[in-house]
């Protein structure tokens, strides 16, 4: 009989996943004294933009294992994953903030749909360590939140702890290119929070240029120009998803997007050229730093996709499957 998390990964897309070269990786985060002990996020690096990451599991000899030389803290009002942690709740107690939870890609409750089966946080919730041999917690593949943030990452947890936390987890995503879709895993990644880094802008030329950052999280706002920042001309984007499936997509940018007072011109055009989208977004439209969503009304074909903006122009193909 199949485990709880090969049944739930049938159903989300399938086997016969390869695996790619994805890390984990930790950030200090600096809590203020709010809150006892030390604060952490741990992030899953995926290798492209075109990678996505939904679901960390237990399954067979893979265990999953979240632990702490000390306690980790656990805030009266909160839960054990973000889907509960709202943003009303965080202005009203500000040391919820540093609450210990897992996730994927969500900061809080905001548009969050992250479920969990077969996990046990009993303990976890008691500030002890997080043990699973079978189970996950996950969004659908196609979900927003499956896709990497500025810097091609995905955050897996938050941990507050008095003591040193360590993990061993197992992943699972999706690569997308024009045209195909494969499953990817990655077995036993482990990570340690003596590894912490601070995160920031490392490049001495852009100018966000952070001299305290130990890890560049992909934050660089671009060159400085006589004074003035923009997009660099050979900045890279993708159509998530794709084949696009419902009625919105991202445009998501494998850096920061910093538009600038200058809006960005989205066109679509199907396989005559005839333009069948356009929309015009500005520095206000740009989700989680580097996405776009984009409502369309297309029927299912091929199109072709084309970004403006006065520092760069660019196109990609992407198709509507309904």
Same mark, same amino acid.
């Given at each position: 009989m199949k485990n709880i998390f090969a049944m739930t990964a049938a159903l989300l897309m399938g086997f016969g996943a390869s695996a790619t070269n994805v890390e984990l990786v930790v950030e200090a985060v600096d809590n203020g004294g709010l809150v006892p002990g030390n604060t952490y996020r741990v992030y899953a690096v995926l290798p492209t933009a075109q990678h996505s990451l939904h679901a960390i599991f237990a399954a067979n000899e893979h265990v999953l294992n979240v632990a702490t030389t000390? @306690?980790?803290f656990q805030h009266q009002y909160g839960s054990s994953t973000t889907t509960t942690l709202s943003e009303a709740g965080l202005m009203i107690t500000p040391s919820l903030a540093?609450? =210990?939870?897992? @996730?994927?890609?969500a900061e809080s =409750?905001?548009?969050n749909n992250l479920f969990d089966i077969g996990i046990d946080f009993t303990d976890f919730l008691a500030g002890n360590e997080l043990v699973a041999t079978d189970g996950a917690w996950f969004v659908v593949p196609t979900d927003v939140q499956a896709a990497?943030?500025?810097?091609?990452?995905?955050l897996l947890m938050q941990l507050t702890t008095d003591g040193t936390a360590t993990g061993i987890l197992n992943l699972q995503g999706r690569l997308t290119t024009e045209g195909s879709q494969e499953t990817w895993l990655e077995y036993d990644l482990t990570f340690s929070t003596d590894d912490a880094q601070?995160?920031?802008? @490392?490049d001495a030329n852009a100018a966000n240029y952070s001299s305290s950052a130990s890890y560049n999280?992909? =934050?660089?706002?671009?060159q400085v120009t006589n004074g003035l920042t923009g997009i660099a001309a050979d900045t890279k984007w993708n159509v998530f998803p794709n084949p696009v499936i419902e009625s919105t997509f991202s445009m998501q940018f494998d850096a920061e997007l910093v538009l600038g007072d200058e809006n960005m011109i989205i066109e679509a055009t199907d396989l005559t050229g005839k333009i069948v989208l356009t929309s015009e977004y500005s520095q206000e439209d740009v989700i989680g730093g580097n996405r776009i969503v984009i409502k369309h009304g297309l029927a299912a074909g091929t199109y072709t996709l084309s970004a403006k903006h006065v520092d760069f122009s660019t196109a990609q193909n992407f198709v509507v499957a309904r």
């Open positions: 000390g @306690t980790f540093f609450d =210990s939870w897992v @996730t994927v890609g =409750s905001a548009n990497a943030a500025v810097g091609n990452k995905v601070v995160f920031g802008c @490392t999280d992909g =934050s660089c706002e671009g």
